[in-house]
């Protein structure tokens, strides 16, 4: 088995990270985009808003990625974390890598003094389903979640 490390993802990253990002998008089911991809990531990294971990085998081929967004609860009066983007690369599922990104995700939230990492997924993601509550994630059955989104216009109507 090879070996791998987490790290905090920068501008160097961008080429393999855009690939794995535009995988996990049509794992998805979107539209490949593989410019816009980069150009999505490049624009997180360089402003800052969102913190993304890559994991990344001993010959320095990224094989996974987590990306958090920095969240606030104002009840509790401090930073949640989002996890919002976790894919590792299919050849390479089996080894743990997608563990240890929510590990290195925890750390961030520790680090940063967040009072709670937060996620959301399919329900009919059995092996992401799985993963989270081994990774001591709590299913939250008492809040409904609600979505309203922008539906773009056809330019003729």
Aim: contains cysteine.
């Amino acid at each position: 088995m090879n070996n791998y490390f987490v790290k905090k993802a920068s501008i160097a990253d961008l080429e393999q990270l855009s690939t794995l990002f535009n995988e996990y998008r049509i794992f998805y089911k979107k539209e490949s985009d593989i410019a816009g991809s980069k150009q999505f990531l490049l624009e997180r990294i360089s402003s800052k808003e969102s913190e993304i971990f890559v994991a990344e085998n001993e010959i320095n081929k990224l094989v996974g990625f987590v990306q958090l967004y920095p969240l606030f609860s104002s009840t509790r009066m401090k930073r949640v974390w989002l996890l919002n983007d976790l894919y590792v690369e299919v050849n390479f599922r089996g080894f743990g890598l997608a563990k240890l990104l929510i590990d290195k995700s925890k750390e961030l939230c520790v680090s940063t003094n967040a009072c709670a990492l937060i996620l959301e997924t399919e329900k009919e993601n059995i092996i992401g389903n799985q993963l989270y509550l081994s990774a001591e994630f709590k299913k939250d059955t008492l809040h409904n979640f609600y979505e309203w989104e922008v539906i773009k216009q056809d330019a003729q109507s």
